[in-house]
């Protein structure tokens, strides 16, 4: 038995991953199949619980919006401890997830009331909120899901943003309900028609601070420390208490304040345009009761928040990133790489790598890999083109001994939980990122393996 509970996306993509190096690398025969792994574990007496076929299938796919059992989770983690493709120490990893390590602090820095009407506050804030907002031919959609953390009264939170450049504005305007915040869903299935194209897109990661003082979201991206602050001004309510809606604003050192007097639609970066949309926005909440989703006469309670919340947290202000109207020239083509990613510029990005720049190469203040920078944030088309070159090193680990498929993973499991629908844009863009990943770290992993020994004569 397993010292301790296995639940959560964490612990969930990390088994999956695990799961899917044995069966693609294990040299006995015959090879484990899905049928294999389910009847050995529920035939075998020390493995607790049974397994079908059908749930080894669905915890292998990130995108089922179902999230496996702990049951289904103890049976595949004793399953890999037997076969000794995992170690205790790696078991250790996914019962204690970076973020549950993270939170355990949380508690003594940010004191919560324990009463039964604040858990049932904490309760209505689960779920996913979304966001949107235009600008010219640039649109923008920001989407939040928060949840609770195991064995924790905590709440964390996942934001992915998406900025895209729409030819027809208008069309998507006359299909959303002007740009409704609820209507994200067919903002992603219109996209294409409206020759909508991704041109950056971020996930970021945190904490959700709830005392009778300050509401807030600390978020950070990849592993630096938190960059920015969503502070909750309102939160909206229907009468039967169920969360509306959320009315937020960024701390100062999320834009500088050219930006956030002024939008120059040709000479800012992408990320900067991103930054500036998000500066003030309100997040519907999503899956609504049809009753409540009719309260819109809704009452408004306002969250008492004094000063400036980015200076309570003493956050570092974000670094500014050069303006410029072309991708600037510098010697250096693995740099040039990295400025084309932070334009957004595909092609420029192909072109580099065809002329040999390094698709290993770290990215700018960062010490992660540029491999890391494109999964975390669901970069598809760029994770694409790196490992189009067959130059990507896929066997490298990040600072917790994870792969780079596993962020993506992970959270098209966090939105999966919430998904939207079958063109739920999040779940399958992260999906396809991760198995596109995941197939070749596999590739890469059997290509390193020694070859078998000859039998002795």
């Known amino acids: 038995m397993i010292d301790g509970k296995l639940e959560g996306p964490f612990a969930a993509e990390f088994l999956s991953t695990c799961l899917a190096y044995f069966m693609a690398l294990s040299v006995r025969t015959p090879r484990w199949t899905k049928a294999r792994v389910a009847d050995y574990i529920s035939s075998e007496e020390e493995i607790p619980g049974r397994v079908s076929d059908t749930t080894i299938g669905r915890l292998l796919d990130p995108g089922y919006p179902q999230e496996p059992s702990e049951e289904t989770l103890q049976a595949v983690a004793a399953f890999l401890l037997k076969m000794r493709a995992i170690t205790p120490d790696q078991i250790r990893l996914a019962i204690q997830s970076p973020s549950l390590l993270d939170a355990s ?19 209505t804030l689960v779920g996913r909120f979304g966001a949107v907002d235009a600008r010219d031919d640039r649109f923008f959609t ?41 209507m994200i869903l067919t903002v992603h299935q219109k996209l294409p028609a409206a020759g909508g194209k991704v041109v950056t897109s971020s996930a970021s990661a945190g904490f959700v601070v709830a005392t009778s003082e300050i509401m807030a979201l600390l978020l950070r991206a990849d592993t ?25 604003w960024r701390n100062d050192g999320w834009t500088d304040a050219k930006s956030a007097r002024s939008y120059q639609k040709h000479s800012e970066k992408p990320r900067d345009i991103a930054r500036l949309m998000l500066r003030e926005i309100d997040y519907h909440k999503f899956k609504l009761d049809n009753t409540v989703a009719k309260l819109l006469n809704k009452r408004s309670i306002k969250n008492r928040t004094d000063g400036q919340v980015h200076d309570f947290f003493q956050l570092e202000e974000i670094g ?17 790489l990295v400025e084309a990613l932070d334009w957004g510029d595909i092609e420029e990005f192909r072109r580099l790598l065809a002329e040999g720049a390094n698709p290993n190469v770290y990215y700018r203040g960062s010490h992660e890999r540029l491999i890391f920078i494109l999964s975390n944030n669901g970069r598809l088309e760029f994770v694409k083109a790196v490992l189009a070159t067959g130059r ?6 990040d600072e917790f001994g994870l792969p780079p498929s596993h962020s993506p993973g992970e959270t098209a499991r966090m939105f999966a939980e919430q998904s939207l629908g079958p063109d739920d844009l999040i779940v399958n863009t992260f999906s396809e990122v991760r198995n596109l990943l995941l197939e070749e770290e596999i590739k890469q992993l059997r290509a390193k393996r020694p070859a078998p020994r000859s039998p002795a004569p």
């Open 105 to 123: 602090s949380f508690p003594t820095i940010f004191p919560r009331p324990e009463t039964q009407a604040y858990q049932l506050f904490l309760s």
């Open 224 to 248: 630096a420390g938190f960059q920015s602050v969503i502070n909750v001004k309102h939160i909206s309510f229907a009468e039967n208490g169920s969360i509306l809606g959320l009315d937020t």
């Open 392 to 397: 990507c090193d896929l066997t490298v680990r």
């Open 142 to 182: 920001s989407e939040l899901v928060l949840r609770r953390l195991p064995k924790t009264g905590v709440l964390i939170v996942k934001e992915v943003a998406w900025l895209f450049h729409v030819s027809n504005m208008d069309m998507i305007k006359r299909s959303t309900r002007n740009l409704a915040p609820d």
């Open 320 to 336: 500014r990133l050069d303006r410029g109207g072309v991708i600037e020239k510098q010697t250096d083509i693995d740099s040039q």
